[in-house]
């Protein structure tokens, strides 16, 4: 399995952005997909999370009502929109992908992607 995040950059809070995770090396109908977050000096944290079929979706309480999590079957990609972001925000946000309906800790995914910076200025 690869992943490759992108979209990350550099946005003013309140603005938006919408991160890519291009997977890769066999089918995933059976997978979770999600997204984690890691701010410096923390630990990495649960965003967002769907199996790659639709349903079972879950936010984290920090992002819900702000993020989206999708996926477009087509093109084997996982989006993550993000809106009225906030300074909190900011942090390297990973893709991750776990055979069946993972759950919100890291260490339970067994694919990861390489990350990609989102920046939020205040």
């Known amino acids: 399995v690869q992943l490759q995040a992108s979209g990350g950059g550099l946005v003013q809070a309140g603005g938006s952005l919408r991160l890519s995770c291009q997977a890769s090396g066999r089918t995933f109908q059976r997978y979770s997909m999600g997204w984690f977050r890691q701010a410096p000096g923390k630990e990495r944290e649960f965003v967002a999370s769907?199996?790659?079929?639709?349903?079972?979706?879950g936010y984290a309480d920090s992002v819900k009502g702000r993020f989206t999590i999708s996926r477009d079957i087509a093109k084997n990609t996982v989006y993550l929109q993000m809106n009225r972001l906030k300074p909190e925000d900011t942090a390297v946000y990973y893709c991750?992908?776990?055979?069946?309906?993972?759950?919100?800790?890291?260490?339970?995914?067994?694919?990861w992607g390489q990350g990609t910076l989102v920046t939020v200025s205040s």
């Open positions: 769907a199996m790659w079929t639709g349903g079972s979706t």
């Open positions: 991750a992908a776990d055979h069946g309906l993972s759950t919100r800790r890291a260490y339970d995914w067994n694919y």
